[in-house]
């Protein structure tokens, strides 16, 4: 059978070569003078340099006006402000000093994509950056002269391992500072995904155990007391009204119950401390949360604020020992998500409470 014709052309990728401006701008009459190396990295001279610092944010002020760009910004600055390269051979001089000169390079590119302003974090000492940043960014109408940073920005490979624990820790110290967590994910084929990190507090319309009267526990006491064992968790002849609709599901005359809600309706009903097991979902249920199996969508559960029959899912939660190991499977458990309209969040427990850490794909110029 012959493959249909497709109806779309397919998005060009940017090739970013050496020596030749992707920029429309107007080169200018006059070429810049070469990047003259210097100790701490390239030296650019006035009148350009000024342009640079004080328009771009680009390089760290040195002696005579000048400015002093690392060999990313170099590669930025022959993109996009018509400066030639050192050399012929330079690209790969520099790339034998630092084997991830053009993941940052090209990281460093997309970010300022969209207009935001997006500065090396070496290049900002007047403000406090956050453990293993690579550049502040502000908004596009916004200086860094004038304003605070509206979001810290970090790198990783696609194949690098994920430690969640790390990247929490991280985005707790950012949110002390008041800003955003943008997280750029590069693959092998120098394509970059962006993310946004930020914390959440899911809140639900649903009844919790606590606000249950009397009769209404002594109800579910008492239908509790005629379950049946089934292979998936426990079946509860129906009998009356089921009062409780943030756990159990309707079916053939009764409520069938998960094995985990059955363990929580128990501790419940008997007033028994509840396993460390149970703790997360004791937190969400006491929310006014409704969780659902998430398995087709390889999250713990699809959460939702409000009752299944009225509303969609708006998160799809998954707990931090069996969160996706690299940023390939992250990213992927991201995108299904989004794939179908929702947020991709982790569950984290810290020595007080647990955290719900929100995941999504975002675009720069979004801000």
Known sequence: MARHARKFTPRQRTKRPLGVSITSNAAPKIPHDKPILHEDGWLISPPLSARLFQKSGLGILCENDGIILSSMEVLFCNWHRHLPLPSDDWFETELLKDPNLLAKAVIFDNARSGGELVIPCPNVSDYQTSSG????????????????????????????????????????????????????????????????????????SQKVWEQLNSEERNNIANMWECKVKTKSGFFIPLVGHWPLNSIGVEHLSGINLRIEEGEWLEAKIREMDLPNSSLLYDNLINRGLILRPGFKFGSRWRVYDDEVSKSHAPWLLQTEDEVAKTWESACLSIRLAEGVHKKWVCAIQNKFAWRFMQVERWSPGKD
């Open 133 to 204: 940043a690579f550049a502040l960014k502000w908004k596009r109408n916004q200086s860094q002269f004038k304003s605070e940073p509206m979001s810290h920005v970090r790198w990783f490979w696609t194949f690098e391992t994920l430690d969640w624990s790390e990247i929490y820790s991280w985005a707790e110290e950012v949110e002390k500072l008041n800003c955003k967590c943008d997280i750029f994910i590069i693959d092998e084929e120098m394509e970059v995904t962006m993310y946004r990190v930020s914390f959440i507090e899911p809140k639900g």
